[in-house]
């Protein structure tokens, strides 16, 4: 069984920083692509950043320029960096994991709050 295993997530306050880490709990070859997806309360989950196997990223607009995604292909990892949050950025965050035979994993979530 694969897990992604998430962590990082937390309170911060507007305009600071936070890290969200996840690791795929097995050994699994041929991970395509990782990435992030967050749900806010009432609303439908959308991609935060993705990579993909040969590096290429991929963001929703809203989140460009402030967060950074990033991987680890020996650690079977995945990094998002978030700088000059704002409280419309709380949400559940979601590690995703695609596999190159097309099979979608998901981690189980991440509560990011951001108030003052």
């Known amino acids: 069984q694969v897990q992604l295993v998430e962590s990082g997530g937390g309170l911060v306050q507007p305009g600071g920083s936070l890290r969200l880490s996840c690791v795929v709990s097995?050994?699994?070859?041929?991970?395509?692509?990782m990435g992030w997806y967050r749900q806010a309360p009432g609303k439908q989950r959308e991609l935060v950043a993705t990579v993909d196997s040969s590096g290429t990223t991929n963001y929703v607009d809203s989140v460009k320029g402030r967060f950074t995604i990033s991987r680890d292909n020996a650690k079977k990892s995945v990094y998002l960096q978030m700088n000059s949050v704002k409280p419309e950025d709380t949400a559940v965050y979601y590690c995703w994991m695609r596999h190159t035979t097309g099979g979608d994993y998901w981690g189980q979530g991440t509560q990011v709050t951001v108030s003052s």
């Open positions: 097995r050994r699994v070859f041929s991970i395509y692509a």
